[in-house]
């Protein structure tokens, strides 16, 4: 279609994928990683993916990054906000700088690059694509740095959509457990623990991030997709579930 994506950590997992899909659209791609060796290999197979090397929580790299998008896009269509790292919790002892650090990742740098990208999304009647997670809305212990960037960047998608409506629209996927590993096989209970009945691959995430491309009547919302994990209802003793209280 010969627009202008940029997206961040687009040299492994999920952000690959859309990057993939994107190309394979007819789009022209920019990402950037912190991985430099799977960034250059991977934007070698293919003449309309760029890729800038940095790290998404320095805001100078931000700027930077989309100086160069611009100048091998020519123009920006979509920013998909696609970088994040876990990181432990308060039961973890996590100091202030590290919740900070995933928050910089997570949250900041996707308000930052919104900044960046503005008015060439205004001009071009863009999209904004954010990637929270499942975790946004129930969590494990241990995890208030990751699920707080996710709760955020929630926030922030309906927040950007308001301001910046109706020339950008602005959504959020939250995916579930997606297989971004080597592995091909899961056990029975990992696959059955799912409504869907499988662990999800990038592809049931890059094909959401590609239909929100093409909606002009969904802004704000953040769309699940989980395979119905967040669904299901769990009481110790019923349907064979068992809370281990040790
Ligand atoms: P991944 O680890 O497979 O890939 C992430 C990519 O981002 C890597 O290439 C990495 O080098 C890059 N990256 C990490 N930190 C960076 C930084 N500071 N600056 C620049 N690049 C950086 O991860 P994934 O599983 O594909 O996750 C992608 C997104 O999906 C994340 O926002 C993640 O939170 C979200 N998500 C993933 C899952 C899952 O099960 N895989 C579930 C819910 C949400």
């Not at 930052?112 to 694509?129: M, Q, V, W």
């Not at 939250?174 to 623990?193: C, H, K, L």
């Not at 669904?231 to 209280?245: F, V």
Request: aromatic share 10%; with cysteine.
């Amino acid at each position: 279609m010969n627009r202008g994506i940029v997206v961040t950590g687009g040299a492994h997992g999920i952000g690959k994928q859309i990057c993939l899909d994107f190309t394979q659209a007819g789009d022209q791609v920019c990402f950037l990683d912190i991985d430099e060796k799977r960034s250059a290999e991977f934007a070698e197979e293919n003449p309309n993916l760029f890729y800038f090397c940095g790290d998404a929580a320095e805001p100078l790299t931000l700027k930077r990054f989309i100086e160069f998008s611009l100048e091998k896009l020519f123009r920006i269509d979509v920013l998909v906000n696609n970088a994040c790292r876990g990181n432990k919790g308060i039961l973890s002892g996590l100091t202030y700088e590290e919740f900070d650090h995933t928050l910089s990742i997570g949250l900041k740098a996707p308000f930052e690059l919104s900044r960046l990208c503005k008015d060439e999304l205004i001009k071009n009647h863009g999209r904004i694509i954010n990637i929270a997670s499942s975790r946004a809305f129930q969590s494990e212990p241990d995890t208030e740095a990751y699920a707080s960037a996710k709760g955020g960047i929630v926030a922030l998608t309906h927040a950007l959509a308001v301001s910046l409506g109706p020339d950008v629209l602005v959504n959020c996927i939250a995916p579930g457990w997606i297989n971004v590993t080597e592995q091909q096989e899961f056990s029975q209970e990992d696959r059955f623990a799912i409504p869907a009945g499988k662990v999800g691959t990038p592809k049931d995430i890059s094909n959401m991030v590609l239909f929100l491309c093409e909606q002009d009547f969904i802004t704000g919302e953040t769309i699940t997709v989980d395979g119905g994990m967040n669904k299901r209802m769990i009481y110790h003793g019923d349907w064979n579930w068992h809370y281990n209280a040790d």
